[in-house]
């Protein structure tokens, strides 16, 4: 079955301090992939998605995830994190052809962040 | 632009009863979604739209229902409302490209009581 996974339903860091959140896909098509962030009491917003032009991409606010086809990964960091990047956070993947819209959400990453 | 819009913002059902949930954009995108966001699970996919004319179903579509009859509206209907459906409610839309992310709106808190 085509899906998505997030392995860490929790990640607690320091300030300053790298910040790793996982995510794992199954896709029997090259898949479409989108990391979103998500304040408290606040809407959905896009940090950064993956396109195929480049295995490396960058978002927004310091973030970036790396595309892993052998191991089916594409896993959010940021090298210092900051107090603002306490929120929730989701990977998304397109599930199916080129031709479906069917985008899956993981059951999401909670960020905190101590000072 | 105003971008995806939906309404109300809020809203509290007595159980068994019908409402609908609005939910239009004005960037011409083609796909429209509904998805349920509850906590520590994430979105669940309700129901989605590839065009006017055209809807299936998500990962939760029982209790719902949908239509598309214009590419700007996609309203999702709760037709015997239930407290398991108490949630908050996003609509999103985007291009007919693979690589499209999606635009939400800000969403609907619905409490069914």
């Known amino acids: 079955a085509q899906s998505v996974t997030q392995l860490d339903s929790h990640v607690s860091v320091s300030e300053g301090t790298p910040v790793l959140l996982r995510c794992n896909y199954s896709?029997?098509?090259?898949?479409?992939l989108f990391w979103y962030v998500q304040h408290p009491n606040k809407g959905l917003q896009l940090l950064l998605k993956?396109?195929?032009?480049?295995?490396l991409v960058k978002g927004i606010n310091g973030f970036e995830a790396e595309f892993k086809k052998s191991e089916t990964s594409f896993h959010l960091t940021k090298p210092s994190a900051h107090m603002s990047d306490a929120a929730e956070y989701f990977c998304?993947?397109?599930?199916?052809?080129?031709?479906?819209?069917?985008?899956?959400f993981g059951q999401g990453t909670t960020l905190q962040v101590k000072p | 632009n105003a971008g995806v819009t939906q309404t109300p913002k809020f809203r509290i059902l007595k159980i068994g009863q019908s409402m609908t949930l609005q939910c239009t954009q004005d960037?011409?995108?083609?796909?429209m979604y509904w998805y349920r966001q509850d906590p520590g699970m994430g979105l669940k996919l309700i129901y989605y739209?590839?065009?006017?004319?055209?809807?299936d179903k998500g990962e939760v579509p029982n209790g719902y229902n949908v239509s598309r009859s214009t590419t700007e509206d996609f309203p999702l209907r709760l037709e015997l409302a239930a407290p398991s459906q108490t949630s908050v409610y996003f609509c999103?839309?985007?291009?007919?490209?693979?690589?499209?992310?999606?635009?939400f709106g800000n969403g609907t808190r619905l409490t069914v009581t």
């Open positions: 999103a839309s985007s291009y007919r490209d693979y690589n499209s992310p999606l635009h």
């Open positions: 896709s029997s098509y090259s898949p479409s």
């Open positions: 993956y396109t195929s032009a480049a295995t």
């Open positions: 998304v993947v397109r599930i199916g052809s080129s031709n479906t819209g069917k985008l899956i």
């Open positions: 960037m011409n995108h083609n796909y």
């Open positions: 739209s590839v065009g006017a004319g055209i809807t």
